[in-house]
């Protein structure tokens, strides 16, 4: 069962939808904010050139079979899949063949960005550095606009509450509890700040999700 702190507030701002989300996808939708606040705000560990090479050949590996298996299963398996997110888009625009294409490009990424890793040293300049805290905001927001779309199938929405001049509600006050619940300790960003960040993302709502990118 996950944290209910977030399901019961995203029950709550919610209720006035009728019908609204099932549990179920906001169960889904409060496990992929707590993966996406982690993977963007938690410091990894740096690992040597030697692992790092390592690990890009694995994934390139893996991604090569997962790519096979989704070939093999073919919309059949894409329409299970579907199912089970509750995305429910029509079954006619369902194509396997984009999906295998992406998979297909991120192993062939892998594989290069391996050779480069192993045929290089880093330097301690090179290790220093990284993207701020804002950067790394931007981009969390960009991933939970996309997962509270296409897990609630509700287009995400920023209003500001005229007495406080800041939104409380909708998808902004989402972020800002996912916020406050997972990230590290630490870890705060001003409201104003998430607010014009999430000004800014709000264009992504009508981008094509999964949409495979293309080779240079």
């Given at each position: 069962m996950p944290d209910g702190r977030l399901f019961q507030w995203l029950r709550h701002d919610l209720q006035p939808l009728e019908p609204g989300p099932s549990d179920e996808a906001l169960i889904e939708l409060v496990e992929d904010a707590k993966r996406i606040t982690k993977l963007y705000l938690e410091r990894p560990r740096k690992l040597r050139p030697s692992a790092v090479a390592r690990e890009l050949t694995s994934l390139a590996t893996n991604l090569e079979k997962a790519a096979k298996a989704v070939e093999k299963l073919g919309n059949q398996g894409l329409l299970l899949i579907v199912a089970m997110s509750e995305v429910n888009p029509d079954s006619g625009d369902l194509d396997m063949r984009q999906h295998i294409l992406y998979l297909q490009r991120m192993a062939a990424w892998s594989r290069k960005a391996a050779d480069v890793a192993q045929q290089n040293s880093l330097s301690a300049q090179d290790n220093k550095g990284g993207p701020t805290p804002t950067q790394e905001l931007r981009?969390?927001?960009s991933a939970l606009v996309l997962s509270y779309q296409e897990v609630l199938g509700i287009r995400p929405t920023h209003t500001v509450d005229k007495d406080i001049h800041l939104?409380?509600?909708?998808?902004?006050?989402?972020?800002?509890?996912?916020?406050?619940?997972y990230a590290p300790e630490g870890v705060v960003f001003e409201p104003r700040l998430i607010d014009k960040v999430v000004e800014e993302k709000l264009d992504l709502r009508d981008l094509e999700f999964f949409e495979p990118p293309s080779f240079p």
């Open positions: 981009e969390l927001i939104a409380v509600g909708g998808f902004t006050g989402f972020v800002k509890e996912a916020l406050r619940l």
